[in-house]
DNA sequence: TTGATTAATTCAAATATTTTGATTAATTTA
DNA sequence: TAAATTAATCAAAATATTTGAATTAATCAA
């Protein structure tokens, strides 16, 4: 899979640079656009010229400053195409339609507790369905689905393309058909994703991490989960599970009704396992809203919570630090919003007391930009990722030229 | 940086693609190489033709099989090129000169003690010299001499090219324009890398790694470093010390020189600090082939150091293992090969008991292919690397096709 | 008001590289 | 010995980018 390149790859490549230097800098004139990706102003308009009868950019106010032709801005046409991710967990699904700038048009919630496959499926069926009558788009506009499993995933051939999968964490499935059936009852294009590396696709495309090309995204969901992005990519590992944090052993045990498996780290993150706990308190907290309330008392039990999350969190963090040295670390997911920026706050006084002093920067702790929707706003990302981003697999004539596929994939013996 | 791509570029990356191929599956046909390139026979009959004119390969001999005219099988010239790599650490210089198949033709040791940055650059400029001469290869077959220091740097303004040092280990360095000061006495091509990236990008090149795409490499130099390796890329992190793992804290203290420093991983494992402990033990050990003695004599407290050494290392390599999701993880450097091995052999035996079980595939754990040699023998590589490996961002117009340019760098307002 | 200047965009031709189709050469098979 | 097969190459076609000139639309200065 060492494969050369044509004018044909630079091509399709050349498109998809000119489409995310608008999405990211623009509005911008052609000759500006041409300025920064090097491309000279004919083959730019060559390029816009063809985006524009597909109706993915649009011309927009002409710009006048100092002398010459006024210049016209281009940018994205939001109703140029729409995407729709349905995030699954152990105990609920966000569904979400968006259209080409990201923004969420519909939005369906749900509570669900550990649902089997078979329903999953009808759920999920019945979910996009809904989104698609409440928006009112066509078809032929949607470019894909993308669905958010919670990770890991138990690989059972090494296949880096997860179509057929075992979620770890939803009891019951095994090897199930995700993608074909789906794409089989939508006629859609169908991507699969943890939800964690979801978040992270989602923060890269959409948010912070638009500016950020190299960042580790912790995600807390049902259990705690983790993305990679390096060099603008999402970095997914040999076995697909890279940045799973969620199954790293510690000190202690977190969870009286799993103390069959060892003590993890996902233990402690799990909301069922904290709602319990503030339970036996005394304290009736069983969704978010509720969680952010009691935040909002500065409740003792939960602060003490908090401050000992950040405690077994802060190694880890370090780990990150020092083996993947990203510019930051959005953490992000379904826990409130506040008590995310408490847990962050924790952690930068903890961190210096743990590092061995001799660096002179060290990688961000952010709160990232989605809430409690991030992995279904991060999933929807995927069908538009992998039909604009400037992926450096495209150049290359191998056939399968998906946001999963490699810059340099592993080489095999032929 | 998000830059568009043409023609010319096209071509020079198809180059390498051919010769890369052939460098790894070769001697090969022309047939053969355009079947796995997806190159047509014609372009690859034009490239492999200004290749041969170059002297970067040779036709071998004719290949009968079956029907058909015999193909003319090519593969690389070795004597096409050379290179040299110079490794210098707290206590040691060793300066190896490779041809194109990195095969070593000279290799000159040394013990050093610290030395400054004055007498590094003297002693650096010399050894290279007399390498050269040595071998008696004119200056113009050279591609450049990469030169290895002990990481992690200090970084003072974040650049990723590593031009001006402040290797923290080599007390008295400071913002030293090593690339600079060599290329002017040297009249050659100068790249600086720390040891343990050479070591990992040496057998990304010429070991094990030309099969695997992505890994982790452990060095052991003076201290502890680490190499990371993402789908066939070194990979360096946004500060340039990604992999670093020597100053990851531990729990107890190691040295009783260095407590002023908090304990760390990197204390643990350097060399001058073991031949001290051993002495207090009563065994006059103060260099590798001793050390290797004593192994070999199965003594009891170096047998407990590596037992104490694989408890200590395990957590790390189980975080390599859940952050950053090898195919494997090379253990290599200034350590005798049995005493490596048997590091790992008790690695094996410790990480299971702290794995929650649940993945289907776990890291190789790997004894790296060079021994003592493998941080100069990965320098060496480096101009090898720079001159002949398929960088991805080859492709793109951005003025600095260095091995360090990222695929698709990090994105800035312009 | 008008012509000169400036800058954005586009048309048309040139350029460079790969691809396609045909040809030549070398070997095996019947 | 002729047909079949495969490797390698020649020559022409195809395709995208680049180059250079032309067009368009604004500002500036007399």
Redesign the pocket.
Same mark, same amino acid.
């Given at each position: 899979m060492l494969t050369? $390149?044509? /004018? @044909?790859y *630079?091509?399709s490549y050349? +498109?998809r640079i000119v489409l995310e230097t608008i999405r990211l800098y623009g509005p911008l004139?052609?000759? @500006?656009i #041409?300025r920064r990706t090097?491309? $000279? #102003?004919? $083959? +730019? *308009?060559? !390029? $816009? &010229?063809s985006l524009m009868q597909s109706g993915m950019i649009v011309e927009a106010e &002409?710009l006048?400053e100092?002398?010459? #032709?006024?210049? !016209? /801005? /281009?940018k994205i046409n939001p109703e140029g195409a729409y995407s729709i991710g349905l995030d699954l967990d152990k105990d609920h699904l966000t569904g979400v339609l968006v259209d080409l700038l990201g923004t969420p048009r519909q939005q369906i919630d749900m509570e669900l507790k550990f649902p089997s496959s078979d329903e999953a499926m009808d759920i999920l069926e019945n979910t996009a369905k809904e989104l698609i009558t409440r928006e009112g788009v066509e078809l032929e506009k949607i470019w894909g689905v993308g669905i958010g499993l919670p990770g890991p995933f138990s690989v059972s051939d090494g296949a880096v393309l997860k179509d057929v999968v075992t979620p770890i964490g939803l009891p019951g499935w095994s090897n199930v058909p995700v993608r074909e059936i789906l794409s089989k009852r939508l006629s859609l294009p169908v991507f699969l994703e943890n939800n964690a590396n979801a978040a992270a696709i989602g923060e890269l495309w959409y948010g912070a991490g638009r500016h950020i090309g190299t960042f580790f995204y912790v995600y807390f969901g049902a259990g705690l989960g983790g993305g990679v992005i390096i060099n603008g990519q999402p970095y997914f590992g040999y076995t697909g599970n890279a940045g799973e944090l969620g199954y790293y052993p510690a000190s202690e045990p977190f969870d009286q009704e799993q103390n069959s498996q060892k003590p993890h780290l996902g233990q402690f993150f799990r909301l069922p396992s904290l709602y319990k706990k503030l339970q036996a308190e005394g304290y009736e907290v069983s969704n978010l809203v509720e969680l952010e309330k009691l935040y909002e008392q500065k409740n003792d039990f939960l602060m003490g919570w908090i401050e000992k999350g950040a405690t077994h969190l802060a190694p880890l963090v370090l780990a990150i630090e020092y083996l993947v040295d990203p510019q930051a670390i959005f953490f992000g997911g379904r826990l409130p919003d506040p008590i995310i920026n408490d847990l962050l706050e924790k952690l930068k006084t903890i961190l210096p007391t743990l590092r061995i002093k001799e660096k002179t920067s060290y990688p961000d702790l952010l709160n990232a930009a989605a809430g409690a929707e991030a992995a279904a706003l991060g999933v929807a990302t995927i069908p538009v990722y992998e039909s604009m981003a400037p992926l450096p697999g495209l150049l290359m004539?191998t056939s399968k030229n998906s946001y999963r596929s490699l810059v340099r994939p592993v080489i095999s013996e032929m």
């Open positions: 050369g $390149t044509n /004018l @044909e *630079t091509k050349n +498109v004139s052609r000759v @500006e #041409a090097y491309l $000279t #102003a004919q $083959t +730019v *308009t060559n !390029i $816009t &010229r &002409r006048q100092g002398r010459g #032709a006024p210049s !016209i /801005l /281009l004539k």
